[in-house]
Antibody, heavy 124, light 110 residues
């Protein structure tokens, strides 16, 4: 059974870079038809998609975060990572990693497996 | 990038039918998906491709689509269905492929 597990610091200082890793177990990150990505949820608010990556390294980012986001993949470790630079208190959120399934085309693109999430607080 | 619009809240009594709508201009061309999120938990997919139900999701959950609106219907609502529900779709062109979420709807079981 495929499982995803987020890891990384729970506290980041303002203006610094948030770094998280998602470890995939029970399946290969190099599977075709799947992208791997990040979603966040500020306290008491809704879900916000951050971006996704294919095992080949092809990426797509939320336009509102694109200037600060980098998602990378390490197929040898079956992991992918998120870096978000110049963080502020507004970046405080639960960060989820998730498998993105590409079904019958780009009109059929959704998250079918999620990690449990990790809380990141931005504070000095 | 386009938006998906959901009502902030829906309330129903146990045993009744709950309907949660999601509107977006691109929905006639893009599939919609629904996620259930209970407090302190990760979202769970309950409907995919407008109306398909993943294995393990109770039959009382169903989805439908009409024009620019998709609807999640929960028949015979149970107390355990109280949760936040999010619709999701894709925003795609030849050069980008993004994910869009609705703002979420809090389902209260009275």
């Amino acid at each position: 059974q495929l499982q995803l597990q987020e890891s990384g610091p729970g506290l980041v200082k303002p203006s610094e870079t948030l770094s998280l890793t998602c470890t995939v177990s029970g399946g290969s990150i190099s599977s075709s038809s799947y992208y791997w990505g990040w979603i966040r949820q500020p306290p008491g608010k809704g879900l916000e998609w951050i971006g996704s990556i294919y095992y080949s390294g092809s990426t797509y980012y939320n336009p509102s975060l694109k200037s600060r986001v980098t998602i990378s993949v390490d197929t040898s470790k079956n992991q992918f990572s998120l870096k978000l630079s110049s963080v502020t208190a507004a970046d405080t959120a639960v960060y989820y990693c998730a498998r993105h399934r590409l079904g019958s085309g780009w009109s059929d693109y959704y998250m079918d497996v999620w990690g449990k999430g990790t809380t990141v607080t931005v504070s000095s | 990038s386009y938006e998906l619009t959901q009502p902030p809240s829906v309330s129903v009594s146990p045993g009744q039918t709950a309907r949660i709508t999601c509107s977006g201009d691109a929905l006639p061309k893009q599939y919609a998906y629904w996620y259930q999120q209970k407090p302190g938990q990760a979202p769970v997919l309950v409907i995919y491709k407008d109306s398909e139900r993943p294995s393990g999701i109770p039959e009382r959950f169903s989805g439908s689509s009409s024009g620019t609106t998709v609807t999640l219907t929960i028949s015979g609502v149970q107390a355990e269905d109280e949760a936040d529900y999010y619709c999701q779709s894709a925003d795609s062109s030849g050069t980008y492929h993004h994910v869009v979420f609705g703002g979420g709807t809090k389902l209260t079981v009275l």
